[in-house]
């Protein structure tokens, strides 16, 4: 089936720094989205994108839509501690029966 | 805010044993999902519910099934649980009729630890 692949899996970032993670598939889709998992919670939708090239910000984090259809970025900027979590990636190929496909998520630890 | 409910954060089960995992949502939401997470593999997809006594499955479905009596509540059944079923269990819930492509929103968690 249907594969995403995050990168990297885990990170360890000093607070202040920025932070680039980025996703992957073989298979194209039509919307990207971004989820963060706060520890002992469930995933919490940050971030979606519609169109190829789309860039689009919330707050420190922005996202962008990647041109081939089959990737997507997201950067965060001047991190702080409340940026720990796992940030998942999610694709959607954009018909109502399709499901969406999770990543296995990117770990993100924040030393203060 | 939409809330979606899961009855129990922590569960610990025998092998063998029927277990229920309990999901309630407030919003109205046509759409409920159950997914479990596994560290490397994110979440994948056990059964989803487009109504109330309609059910489909997901990506995994085999060893579960599902109720959906109304339409806030979706439970997640385990009729015989085994060891490899340990896991977090995640509900979600999202609007917009039938389909996949509205954002979905996520309960905390069950953490199930079958022994």
């Known amino acids: 089936g249907q594969q995403l692949n995050q990168s990297p899996q885990s990170m360890f970032i000093q607070e202040g720094e920025d932070v680039s993670m980025n996703c992957t598939s073989s298979?194209?889709?039509?919307?990207w989205l971004w989820y963060k998992q706060d520890p002992g919670e469930g995933p919490v939708l940050l971030i979606a994108?519609?169109?190829?090239?789309e860039l689009t910000s919330n707050g420190r984090l922005t996202a962008q839509f990647g041109i081939t259809r089959k990737d997507s970025f997201l950067n965060i900027s001047a991190s702080i501690p409340s940026d720990v979590g796992i940030y998942f990636c999610?694709?959607?190929?954009?018909?109502?029966?399709?499901?969406?496909?999770f990543g296995p998520g990117t770990s993100l630890s924040v030393i203060p | 805010d939409v809330k979606v409910t899961q009855s129990s954060r922590y569960l610990v089960k025998r092998t063998g044993e029927k277990v229920f995992l309990e999901c309630v949502q407030d919003?109205?939401?046509?759409?409920m999902f159950w997914y479990r997470q596994d560290p490397g593999l994110g979440l994948r997809l056990i059964y989803f519910?487009?109504?109330?006594?309609?059910?489909e499955k997901g990506d995994i479905p085999e060893g579960y099934s599902v109720s959906r009596e109304k339409k806030e509540r979706f439970s997640l059944i385990l009729e015989s649980a085994s060891t490899n079923q340990t896991s977090m269990y995640l509900c979600?819930?999202?609007?917009f009729g039938r389909g996949h492509n509205s954002p979905l929103h996520f309960g905390n968690g069950t953490r199930l630890t079958v022994t």
């Open positions: 999610a694709g959607h190929r954009g018909t109502s029966y399709d499901k969406v496909i």
């Open positions: 519910s487009y109504d109330v006594k309609m059910k």
């Open positions: 298979s194209i889709f039509n919307t």
């Open positions: 919003m109205d939401h046509e759409n």
């Open positions: 979600a819930s999202s609007l």
């Open positions: 994108l519609y169109k190829a090239g």
